[in-house]
């Protein structure tokens, strides 16, 4: 019997309608397009406007959207994973929402937080599951709703990150294409560099909290940016290293999308140019969990059966990772 490995069957995405652009955000914080556009590469980012809407509005129109172009019957699925940062309740499990209304009813379903890593992550728990036999149909998707944890009179975060979700389904296969290797990684050294002060069990929500704006996302940039170059770039050589690959036979990178300097820095460090690297960071800004999936979803119709793709990501906490893995059918 042929090995079973996980692939990558489809994927699906959604970003919301109302857009960011730095202009706006000249007229909010004291910065401007030049400024932004320089040192991180975003010039808008998209925001989900409307109450009531969190997390899972986006998860199930990225979920949606894939079940409709794989012509994918949801009962189907066999398990259900949200990758967030930003789940819309503390307790109740956004992926077990998700998959309900989606209608993945012989589903179970659970929510992973790795920060910026969660996706990566997430690749790593839905292969495994797979590769054991025991499940056919694993839904990743990755979503976050960051402007619900921003403050927008803080330059250093708001500038950065936008909403949207991304959705990507993981089937058996048996002719070698799917996750080929991963190195996953992570570090409490950072826990203190990029965080959400309260609201965790540490320091409860109250009236202080609340007015000290400890409930938003605080970054130490510098420290933050520095890891980040250095731990995205380090596990991307490594993963090369240990599968005898190499600029000329990467097809393409996949690199979490915070900022074009690491980016750059990722890409040299796997002798890829620019025409191998799949970037959005333009129009979508930071998105956390989504920005793998987001990516997979723009540059599908690129993508054909057998490419060799490496993704790298990084996160607080820290965390961080690359995966190797083959792509499993043409453009369709």
Known sequence: ????????????????????????????????????????????????????????????????????????????????????????????????????????????AYDLQAACSSFLYGMSTAASYIESGRYKKVLLIGADKMSSIIDYTDRATCIIFGDGAGAALFEPNEEGFGLQDEFLRSDGVGREFLKIEAGGSILPPSLETVNEGKHFVHQEGRTVFKYAVSSMADVSGKILERNGLNQENIDWLVPHQANTRIIEATANRVGVGPEKVMQNIHKYGNTTSATLPLLLADYENQLKKGDKLIFAAFGGGFTWGAIYLTWSYDPK
């Open 1 to 108: 019997m042929a090995k079973i490995t996980a692939a990558i069957t489809a994927v699906g995405k959604y970003v919301p309608d109302y857009i960011l652009t730095n202009k706006e955000l000249e007229t909010m914080v004291e910065t401007n397009d030049e400024w932004i556009t320089t040192r991180t590469g975003i010039k808008e980012r998209r925001i989900l406007k409307g109450e009531g809407l969190g997390t899972s509005f986006m998860a199930i129109k990225a979920a949606q959207d894939l079940l409709q172009k794989g012509n994918i019957n949801p009962e189907e699925i066999d398990m259900v994973i949200v990758a967030t940062a930003t789940p819309d309740l503390p307790v109740a499990s956004t992926a077990v929402y998700t998959a309900s209304q989606i209608g993945a009813v012989n589903a179970f």
